[in-house]
């Protein structure tokens, strides 16, 4: 994705849209004037940068949608074009409210950043296949219990099968790391999503505070050691 998706330099603002026509996108100009960027271009979502795009979507669905792990697929976000732009660019509020309709949410990204999500996801897939793999196993001993009798078979390791049991084990099997894995996710969204320049002080001045109280905390702790 460097040097393509992020740009030359490996990070850049991306801001994600859905529309059925091009003609329901905000005009670029307008789009441009409302960020205060000269730069700036739109794309399609399944064209060259569709990988990084899905990412995207997976992130806004798993931030709109964790909490409540169930081990089926979120509901899809579908993204049909992005606009892409210099990075740590502030959205606009009035953008925000007049083109709700068709904005999906945006993010300031770095290649750092599309690196970790990118693992989170893998992480996320192999989770879900892990319980994937168990969660029919309830159904199959069923199955194969009825199925059994017709065959008039007397095998007990299949006629006494303790579905129950199974079904104890499957239902909840790995919905636990799930939610784990969708914790990170969404707590990358809240890191990486568009923010609008007074959300971006609001965090800028959290952060100061926490590092004064930090250093005010430590001082004292030196003092403290002292006498």
């Known amino acids: 994705m460097r040097n393509t998706f ?3 330099f490996g990070a850049a ?18 789009m441009k004037k409302r960020l205060g960027v000269t730069d700036g271009k739109y794309y399609s979502g399944h064209g060259n940068f569709e990988q990084p ?21 979120y509901p899809s976000v579908h993204c049909s074009h992005i606009l892409l732009t210099v990075a740590d660019v502030h959205s606009d509020l009035f ?57 008039k078979l007397t095998d007990p390791s299949i006629l006494n099968a303790d579905v129950e049991a199974i079904s104890t084990v499957t239902k909840p099997y790995a919905l636990g ?4 894995v969708d914790e990170e996710i969404t707590l990358w969204y ?7 320049v007074q959300e971006a002080r609001a965090l800028a001045a959290e952060a100061d505070v926490q590092l004064i109280a930090n250093s005010v905390t430590a001082n ?7 006498t």
Request: glycine letters at 6%; proline letters at 3%; hydrophobic letters at 40%.
């Open 6 to 8: 992020l740009g030359p």
């Open 13 to 30: 603002t991306v801001v994600l849209f859905t529309s059925q026509f091009d003609t329901q996108l905000p005009k670029l100009g307008e």
């Open 53 to 73: 795009v899905r990412f995207l979507e997976n992130a806004i669905a798993t931030a709109r949608n964790a909490g409540h792990p169930s081990g089926k697929p």
């Open 95 to 151: 953008a925000l409210i007049r083109f709700s309709a068709e904005l999906l949410g945006g993010f300031n990204l770095n290649e750092h950043a599309m690196e970790e999500l990118s693992r989170l996801l893998d992480r996320r897939q192999e989770i879900t296949w892990m319980r994937m793999a168990c969660t029919g196993w309830a159904e199959q001993l069923t199955d194969h219990k009825a199925k059994a009798r017709r065959l």
């Open 177 to 180: 790391a799930l939610a784990e």
């Open 190 to 196: 809240e890191r990486y999503r568009w923010r609008t």
């Open 220 to 226: 004292s702790n030196e003092q403290t050691e002292l």
